[in-house]
């Protein structure tokens, strides 16, 4: 997925045929009428992946390129409630004891 940088927000668009447009609702597509330069342009990437052992337990990794402040970062989402035999590998981050 791509994005144009316009200030502090970004704006889905696509290359269709060449040039970038906005749009897509009902197939339509609009060209911009000032095409951006490759700098401007912002691609979301995503991973998603399943548990093999409860399909209902799903990861979504999230991360940009081209965009300052976020090269580098992800994002990790989970849903779904994990389960474990083994307590041992629960283990809460950041945890101390007074």
């Known amino acids: 997925m791509q994005y144009l940088r316009q200030g502090d927000h970004l704006v889905f668009i696509a290359?269709?045929?060449?040039?970038?447009?906005?749009g897509g609702r009902k197939g339509k597509w609009t060209p911009l009428?000032?095409?951006?330069?490759?700098?401007?342009?912002?691609?979301?990437?995503?991973?998603?992946?399943?548990?093999?052992?409860?399909?209902?337990?799903?990861?979504?990794?999230?991360?940009?390129?081209?965009?300052?402040?976020?090269?580098?970062k992800a994002m990790w989402e989970y849903q779904g409630k994990r389960h474990s035999s083994n307590a041992e590998s629960l283990k809460t981050v950041g945890a101390h004891s007074t």
């Open 33 to 72: 009428s000032l095409q951006p330069e490759v700098t401007q342009i912002v691609t979301a990437h995503r991973y998603y992946a399943t548990l093999k052992a409860d399909p209902t337990y799903k990861k979504r990794v999230t991360w940009f390129t081209s965009l300052p402040d976020a090269d580098g």
């Open 15 to 22: 290359n269709r045929g060449g040039q970038y447009c906005t």
